[in-house]
């Protein structure tokens, strides 16, 4: 079952993972000084997620594609992925991104 595992980070701060059904991790957020504000990235990432135009394209210094997924309302990144190899894997994990992220429950860790 796809879902946000929410956690608190070493500095004490809380960081969420957004889960597929087969356990991987296809987005990581920033990190949030509260677990409420954590909670409300989740939230916004619910929202976002759905609507290809939030979703940034991009190609790391190694050469391989990943994507973040940014607010409509502030353009802030609410999350990234990891690194893919093609640009038809990194297509294909923002399509399970868009399919998962409204509905995917919080399993909190904290």
Known sequence: MAKYILVRTTNQQFRFTLHADNG????????????????????AVKVNAPH??????????RGLRY???KSANNNETLGYSEEYSSTQAMENAIATVKRIAPSAGVDDQT
């Open 24 to 43: 991987e991790n296809m987005l990581t957020s920033e990190t949030y000084v509260t677990k409420d504000g954590a909670l409300r990235g989740i939230g």
């Open 52 to 61: 290809d135009s939030n979703y940034v394209r991009k190609i790391s210094t």
């Open 67 to 69: 994507f973040t997924l």
